[in-house]
């Protein structure tokens, strides 16, 4: 169900990210095309594809630095183990590629910051926008 992302992917991955109701992007220039197709080329982007061909989510996670630089699950999917399926992944292929401690950020007060919790990753500091920096180690 895991498998790599190609380019042609990413429309339906742009659809997941702005479809999602917590972690918004406010900006929407932050995150671009050319941002996904990097990871794309770099093999540093998955997607969970259903039997019937359907994208439901997707992670990426950067090999330069360490970082998740995504998460998101369809809406209508949620609850499913997809979300924790992508993120063991993406902290698989962190540690392949030699990092000792994934790192990522989400909003305070959502779904998403419960669920890192729960799988261990722990806080390291806030930003003064108010999101939370977390690590775990790999």
């Not at 895991?2 to 406010?26: C, G, K, M, Q």
């Not at 992944?89 to 401690?101: K, M």
Request: charged letters at 30%; one cysteine or more; a negative charge.
């Amino acid at each position: 169900m895991i498998r790599p992302a190609a380019r042609a992917d990413i429309s339906r991955i742009f659809e997941i990210r702005d479809s999602v109701t917590e972690n918004r992007l406010t900006d929407p220039e932050s995150v671009t095309e050319e941002d996904a197709a990097w990871y794309v080329d770099n093999d540093a982007l998955w997607v969970w594809q259903e039997d019937d061909g359907t994208i439901n989510g997707f992670a990426a996670g950067d090999p330069r630095d360490g970082w998740v630089w995504a998460l998101f699950v369809a809406p209508a999917h949620e609850g499913r183990g997809i979300g924790r399926a992508l993120l063991e992944h993406t902290c698989a292929s962190l540690r392949e590629a030699g990092h000792p401690i994934a790192k990522l950020m989400t909003g305070a007060g959502t779904r998403a910051e419960q669920h890192y919790r729960k799988a261990g990753w722990i806080e390291t500091r806030r930003a003064d926008t108010g999101e939370i920096f977390f690590e775990k180690p790999l």
